[in-house]
């Protein structure tokens, strides 16, 4: 079982930065993927950003030059650090990590979210 812990998330007018964290804890034998999600009232989860374990990363078209994804593997933790923000940024961002459990079971997990929240 791997759990997520988020933090970071909060309310900030346009144009601020927020920088979130998401940190994977368990019998964990290797975290392949990690990435950021997000879902706004009334629309479906969307990715916004994934990192392999070599450190590649895909941003998603919306966010591009404004989001950086990162990791610290030996922390287990990955990062978003949002810059730039627009109202249409609020969302509840979700992590989710890809792992191979000490038990050499393969899963993913699911953070509990935390919202951001954009005023114009």
């Known amino acids: 079982q791997v759990q997520l812990v988020e933090s970071g998330g909060g309310s900030v007018p346009a144009g601020g930065s927020l920088r979130l964290s998401c940190a994977a804890s368990?019998?964990?034998?290797?975290?392949?993927?990690m990435g950021w999600y997000r879902q706004a009232p009334g629309n479906q989860r969307e990715l916004v950003a994934t990192?392999?374990?070599?450190?590649?990363?895909n941003i998603a078209d919306p966010v591009k030059g404004r989001f950086t994804i990162s990791r610290d593997s030996a922390k287990n933790t990955v990062y978003l650090q949002m810059n730039s923000l627009k109202p249409e940024d609020t969302a509840v961002y979700y992590c989710?990590?890809?792992?191979?459990?000490?038990?050499?079971?393969?899963?993913?997990?699911w953070g509990q979210g935390t919202q951001v929240t954009v005023s114009s």
């Open positions: 368990g019998t964990i034998f290797r975290i392949s993927a």
């Open positions: 989710n990590v890809h792992y191979v459990s000490a038990s050499w079971t393969r899963g993913d997990s």
């Open positions: 990192i392999t374990s070599v450190g590649v990363a």
